[in-house]
């Protein structure tokens, strides 16, 4: 995947292109209508397998309006915030990246009627992507109180036909959907309600709090099982217009240059391939604001040489040398040498202690310490010789295993890889 013309937020792992963090599964935690009494649930997982979308993260779960009559609602907040901050003199909205075949979907058990599962009138294909930019209070008994959200809403197209708004048929391609939005897209909202924009006041996305994805009922419009399968969220440097750009998207197979190349993925996998879109013409390319830590490197850099220029001087120059520049008192030359000679000796030791320490902390080789321990977390696998499927053709194993991390037996392993 190329993010030429953008800056990368989220991206599969585990080493994105800066300024990206990789998606993680843990850094999400649910935020469902069984707050309120509901039944509808969500997860996240990332994805394993297959290899040309590893690394991407899986948004599912079960929209139910039975339960709240009519109501309902499934999402997942982030704990982690945006890399930059989403300043609108910088940035002028996000892009969506939704791969159009999921690797895992929600298993459900459809109604023997033909009916829509969760009492809705059709299947989830609308979701939100929400931002708070303000803290939410809580109660008394830790409960977070309800704020005003920032809400944008877009709809995985369907067969027939009807598009969202925001889809950008120039990126999309036969194995995603790019979605592009502007700040305006985001409306004010509190408890799935609109607010007065006068009363909710300005947006400001660099005071983002928290983000986060939904999928809600609208009052019994969807429900049901559903899956969407993000590859990267990324922000739109301000342009002239959003679809300037469009005209000059490109194939990142077809770049040739070395500026071009220097975007690609570091998976280099042609799945993860789809048309880049160049800066329009004068358009600022988005950089992060240096951070402190350049300035403490600077300043320990300009140390270290000052002392090691000081100390060649201490340790070679004559005495006559040093008399005539003033310098009348300095320590004893030998120590010049000596200190070296002991932080050698030193790191020689530093060595030895932790060869020793981990020779008196490892195991023998019959102790079952080297197979397994007290945190083991063994997925069962079926090890009868009638059992011929692999693990990655089990679904109901590859499910199970999306939302943990398994120990394998060792028999098993031994038994795929030289049986």
């Known amino acids: 995947m190329a993010y030429y013309g953008t800056t990368p937020l989220f991206a599969p792992g585990p080493n994105p292109r800066a300024p990206a963090l990789p998606w993680r599964s843990d850094d999400f935690y649910a935020v469902d209508d069984r707050v309120r009494g509901g039944t509808s649930h969500s997860h996240m997982g990332i994805v394993q397998y297959p290899p040309n979308s590893r690394g991407e993260i899986i948004f599912s779960g079960f929209l139910d309006t039975t339960t709240l009559g009519g109501a309902g609602f499934a999402s997942q907040a982030s704990s982690k915030r945006f890399p930059v901050p989403l300043a609108k003199e910088r940035f002028q909205g996000l892009r969506i990246v939704v791969r159009k075949q999921p690797s895992w979907t929600e298993p459900s058990n459809p109604p023997s009627d033909g009916s829509i599962p969760g009492g809705g009138k059709a299947p989830v294909t609308s979701f939100v992507f929400e931002i708070k930019t303000q803290e939410p209070p809580k109660r008394p008994d830790g409960r977070r109180e309800s704020v005003v959200v920032w809400e944008w809403s877009f709809g995985i197209p369907q067969q027939d036909g009807v598009q969202d708004d925001r889809l950008n048929t120039q990126l999309t391609n036969d194995d995603f959907w790019v979605f592009d939005s502007t700040w305006d897209d985001f409306k004010p909202m509190y408890r799935g309600r609109p607010v007065d924009p006068d009363t909710a006041g300005e947006f400001k996305p660099e005071e983002t709090y928290e983000w986060s994805l939904m999928a809600r009922s609208n009052f019994q419009s969807q429900s049901g099982p559903f899956t969407l399968q993000l590859h990267s969220l990324s922000a739109l440097p301000v342009r002239a217009e959003l679809g300037a750009s469009n005209a000059r998207a490109v194939d990142v197979h077809e770049q040739t240059g070395p500026a071009d190349a220097a975007w690609a993925d570091e998976k280099g996998l042609p799945a993860h391939s789809f048309r880049a879109v160049g800066p329009a013409e004068g358009a600022p390319v988005a950089r992060t604001t240096p951070s402190s830590g350049e300035y403490y490197g600077f300043a320990l850099f300009i140390f270290a ?115």
Request: aromatic residues 12%.
């Open 305 to 419: 040489t000052v002392l090691w220029i000081g100390w060649v001087l201490w340790a070679l120059l004559p005495d006559s040398v040093l008399l005539a520049m003033g310098i009348t008192w300095y320590p004893n030359r030998e120590w010049a040498f000596l200190l070296p000679a002991w932080s050698l000796f030193a790191v020689l030791a530093v060595y030895a202690v932790f060869i020793a320490t981990n020779l008196r902390n490892t195991p023998e080789l019959d102790d079952i310490a080297n197979v397994t321990d007290s945190h083991q977390n063994v997925l069962h696998v079926e090890m009868s010789p009638s059992a011929h499927t692999h693990l990655f053709e089990d679904q109901e194993k590859l499910r199970q295993s999306m939302h943990d991390i398994y120990d394998l037996p060792p028999t098993y392993v031994s038994r795929q890889t030289h049986l």
